[in-house]
């Protein structure tokens, strides 16, 4: 079976890699093709898959182009992992929005606005061209916004691009970690939009375990989103946000913290990862140590500025170990070997959530099988979140309707109904900042 990962290049790769070497199973990849812009990056990032591999008898054969047409041809799934702009892109976006007192976090708020107004047009294209080169090739999506992405890749590719992301995996396991029950063996009532998103139960043999967890402030605050939340205002939301909810709920805080902080995240992010190429470069460094090094930093300061301003503390051991690349291989095996399973995706809503309607990408628990990913029926949201994601999902339409259209009024007005931007003049002067620092946003007319 054959894999093409798009940004193959990116720092994340060989957490997907690692997660295929651990794969033995008939049916699974034994090739692997990774496509990136960046030639450098993309021989930094073999050089760490190699040395991963040593070792390892059956390991996927790994080949690297630049040239995307060739990367997608025979493909049965692609990974999409791209990032439009690269890391300076995301640091231009934090920038800009903290200059106007708004967050610019790269999927919430203004920065996810921006970011999605610059990728949906790169992400329409590669779903285009997957249609025409891969037809019957299943694309999984990680490209960030995720819910957005995907549903913009949806429109040239139907069910068969399902989006990803690790949020929901991890405040499962968190919580049933805190519960005593195993994440394996529990159903997660978890529903939303991606980045927005709420566990309203953890059901361990039909019994609903998190009225318990509620009810215990000593719970409560030994895991990572009751430290970020409070007990008392978990208590009184009688559910458990994504940790991306902070941002709502504490934007104040949020938006002062990351003023206060000496450099933004994706600032960080791109100083950290150009030392990271720079040495993965020089043949006498170890990659993969380098990588490894790397990335428990880069991990052990997630959401860094949001723990701050809540008196968090310092995240986790346990917390540290990604999963959406775990995600992603259930999800291949589900559909590969017809083997059914239940995971957390983003997938076309189906009437499963109401009011969205039916090709409204949103997040929820699904069945996975030989055809796809199917939604479970769930519960209506409360109000108060159902009204969240009505505005959060009219904005990412205004996006998409903005990336088809090239109308800068419609981009303006994409900034305008988010919940997280004050003024309709802000929205203008954010329309401003990111057309004279993205050449991606050129477009906007």
């Avoid at 450098?40 to 790994?62: H, K, N, S, W, Y």
């Avoid at 790269?106 to 107004?117: D, F, H, P, R, S």
């Avoid at 380098?290 to 880069?298: D, F, K, M, Q, V």
Wanted: net charge negative.
């Amino acid at each position: 079976m054959r894999l093409t990962i798009l940004g193959g290049g990116g720092f994340r790769v060989p957490l997907v890699h690692g997660a295929l070497l651990g794969d033995h199973a008939e049916g699974r990849v034994t090739r692997v093709v990774l496509h990136d812009v960046d030639a450098g990056r993309l021989r930094a990032i073999t050089r760490v898959l190699a040395e991963q591999a040593d070792g390892v008898p059956d390991a996927p054969e790994v080949t690297a182009t630049t040239d995307l047409d060739e990367a997608l041809r025979g493909a049965d799934f692609v990974f999409s992992a791209i990032r439009v702009g690269g890391l300076e892109g995301r640091a231009h976006d934090e920038r800009v929005a903290l200059a106007e007192g708004v967050l610019g976090q790269e999927t919430v708020g203004a920065g996810g606005i921006a970011y999605g107004l610059r990728t949906v047009p790169v992400a329409v294209d590669i779903a285009r061209r997957v249609a025409r080169l891969a037809p019957d090739a299943w694309v999984i999506n990680f490209t960030n916004p995720a819910g957005l992405v995907t549903e913009a890749m949806s429109g040239h590719l139907g069910d068969r691009v399902i989006g990803i992301c690790d949020s929901p995996v991890g405040l499962g396991r968190r919580i049933a970690r805190v519960l005593g029950a195993r994440p394996r063996e529990a159903w997660i009532d978890y529903v939303g939009l991606n980045h927005l998103g709420w566990v309203r139960g953890l059901r361990v043999g039909g019994r609903d375990e998190l009225p318990r967890l509620l009810d215990d402030p000593a719970l409560l605050g030994s895991f990572e989103e009751g430290r970020l939340f409070g007990a008392d205002w978990l208590r009184s939301l009688g559910a458990i946000p994504n940790e991306y909810l902070h941002y709502y709920y504490f934007n104040r805080e949020a938006v002062g913290a990351y003023q206060r902080a000496e450099r933004t995240r994706g600032a960080f992010l791109h100083d950290q990862q150009a030392r990271f190429y720079a040495g993965a470069s020089d043949p006498d460094v170890p990659a993969l140590d380098l990588w490894e090094r790397t990335r428990a930093e880069r991990e052990a300061t997630y959401m860094a500025e949001n723990r701050e301003a809540a008196g968090a503390g310092e995240r986790e051991a346990d917390d540290l170990s990604g999963g959406y690349e775990k995600v992603a291989l259930a999800l291949m095996r589900a559909i590969a070997r017809d083997e059914r399973t239940t995971l957390i995706l983003n997938v076309r809503n189906r009437g499963t959530l109401s009011p969205l309607d039916g090709d409204a990408v949103i997040e929820v628990p699904c069945l996975v099988d030989a055809n796809g990913a199917h939604p479970v029926r769930v519960d209506p949201l409360p109000d108060h979140a159902t009204g969240l994601v009505c505005a959060v999902k009219a904005v990412e339409r205004e996006v998409l309707a903005a990336a088809r259209s090239g109308s800068r009024a419609t981009a303006v007005k994409a900034f305008a109904l988010h919940p997280l931007v004050d003024s309709v003049n802000v929205a203008r002067r954010l329309v401003d900042g990111y057309t004279a620092v993205h050449p991606g946003l050129a477009y906007l007319g």
